[in-house]
């Protein structure tokens, strides 16, 4: 049974530092949350009658699941109650967020985490990460087309992992993290769907299947190193692998002009290293830094044309 309180639940951002775009060929990823960058659902009971309303300032919308069945948020909602044993209800549902619409830093996942983990809360339930990024991803699969999956893992996760998309299920596993990583975060103001540069690899690599699965493959060999990297905490040859990563992806096709300007301007500063982050064609680049760096490269960030930098840190931790 729901509960009469009101309810709210949040998610983090997400960051991928290395492996993007090969991991959709099964090649593993490194991707970390963004505690302190968040999406947030509040559920309060409606009206009796007015069914499942939903109202998200962020993306200018107001709607009801029954006025619009196959909106991606009402279809997830949806599923959600239909796992959690539930019929749709006469329920208000708030969604906002912090992060970034369409930037590379997980915004569908987070607020689609932060609806599903809401309304097991409202019901009850207490969902496992697992179920909570099955739903989320068969939610960004049925909008994006070809997702890696890796966007809910971390987000329901809220931890850094080592990615591995397989059949039945992903490699998921904890990073060893020896040293904590100082991210800064410059946004190009560009807004870019997931599913436009994922479809746009996806035609490349049907065209010509033997050039990408090396390029992927090369990224493969990279995420490998990374991991020993932060496992050892060798920041400086880190930086130089997401340096590498960086080339590769304009290569896979997926840079522009505005993400490389940002990531020469941190490069420029001090940044150890630098390279876009998710998708591609816009969004977010992040640049490894040190905190002597830190103040720099931010303030070459945005001179160089950032919409907004930010900071975060992605703390110490040992592996499962």
């Known amino acids: 049974m729901f509960t009469s309180a009101m309810i709210s639940v949040s998610a983090p951002g997400k960051l991928i530092l290395c492996g993007e775009h090969a991991v959709v060929y099964g090649r593993p990823a490194i991707a970390a949350?963004?505690?302190?960058?968040?999406?947030y659902a509040r559920i309060e009971p409606g009206a009796p009658g007015s069914g499942l309303r939903f109202i998200a300032p962020d993306l200018g919308e107001t709607w009801t699941a029954a006025g619009q069945p196959k909106h991606p948020l009402s279809e997830l909602a949806l599923a959600a109650l239909a796992r959690l044993g539930q019929r749709e209800t006469d329920?208000?549902?708030?969604?906002?967020?912090?992060?970034?619409?369409?930037?590379?830093?997980?915004?569908?996942?987070?607020?689609?985490?932060?609806?599903?983990?809401?309304?097991a809360t409202h019901a009850?339930?207490?969902?496992?990460?697992?179920?909570?990024a099955a739903l989320v991803y068969a939610s960004?699969?049925?909008?994006?087309?070809?997702?890696?999956g890796i966007d809910n893992t971390v987000v329901a996760h809220e931890r850094a992992i080592w990615f591995e998309r397989r059949e039945p299920a992903p490699l998921i596993e904890t990073l060893t993290i020896a040293a904590p990583l100082l991210l800064v975060v410059g946004d190009t103001g560009v807004r870019s769907a997931t599913r436009l540069p994922v479809g746009a690899v996806r035609e490349g690599w049907r065209a010509d299947p033997r050039r990408y699965e090396a390029l992927f493959d090369q990224v493969?060999?990279?995420?490998?190193r990374a991991r020993a990297a932060l496992a050892t905490g060798d920041l400086p040859l880190l930086g130089a692998l997401l340096n590498a990563n960086q080339a590769l992806l304009e290569q896979i096709g997926v840079s522009s002009p505005d993400l490389e300007r940002l990531v020469a301007a941190a490069r420029a500063?001090?940044?150890l290293g630098a390279k876009l982050s998710g998708a591609g064609?816009?969004?977010?680049?992040?640049?490894?830094?040190?905190?002597?760096a830190r103040l720099a490269v931010e303030s070459a960030l945005r001179e160089a044309g950032a919409a907004r930098v930010l900071a975060a840190t992605v703390p110490a931790t040992a592996g499962a």
């Open 91 to 119: 329920l208000i549902v708030q969604l906002r967020s912090d992060i970034p619409i369409a930037s590379g830093m997980g915004s569908g996942a987070a607020i689609g985490t932060a609806l599903v983990r809401a309304l």
């Open 124 to 132: 009850g339930v207490e969902l496992a990460p697992e179920e909570v």
């Open 220 to 224: 493969g060999e990279l995420v490998t």
């Open 33 to 39: 949350p963004l505690s302190d960058v968040r999406a």
């Open 140 to 148: 960004e699969r049925r909008f994006h087309g070809t997702p890696s």
């Open 269 to 271: 500063a001090g940044a």
């Open 281 to 292: 064609w816009g969004g977010v680049m992040l640049a490894l830094v040190t905190p002597a």
